[in-house]
């Protein structure tokens, strides 16, 4: 990957699924740093992935979440359910947005998919939603309660 870069054909690379232990090993022969690695990060699972997001913040690499959007794709039904919807009528959006804006308060990038023109353009409004410390810590609770183990 190195060379693909060094030969222009990529602007940046990087890595994903790596734990603190993956990306320690990298660093040591790394003659180019990872610009990102992504990793799954919702609320059920930010305890267990917390430390790779601060090696990560400490080491310079960007985080970028994917499957941010499964407590509510694919786990609903969970403790994220109320704290979600009552944020989300708050703001007046969508709790899939409440996901991305707490996503980016974490300090990472969604990386998602969507087949709705509707909801792609709600995904990037999603960017100027900025939860309140309180909000957050509502989020980490609930997602604390319903872990992932
Ligand atoms: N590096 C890795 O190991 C790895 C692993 C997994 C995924 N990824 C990548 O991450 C990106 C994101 O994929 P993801 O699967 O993780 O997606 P995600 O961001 O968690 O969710 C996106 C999916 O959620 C659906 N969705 C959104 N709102 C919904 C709602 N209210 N109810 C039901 N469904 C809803 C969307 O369907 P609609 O089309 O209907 O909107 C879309 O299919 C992809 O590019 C994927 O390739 C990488």
Redesign the pocket.
Known sequence: MEKVQNDGLAKSIGI??FGVQDMETLMVSAQIKPTVN?I?LHPYVYRRQKPILDYAAKNGIIIEA?????P??TAPGGPLDKPLNEIAAKFGV?P?QILMAWTKAKGAV???????KA?LEGYIAAGDITLSPEDIAAIDDAGALGEEK
Not at 66 to 70: D, E, P, R, V
């Open positions: 994903s699924n992504q799954l994917y499957s941010a959007l499964i509510i794709t969508t899939e969604v990386v998602t998919t969507s087949s709705k909801r």
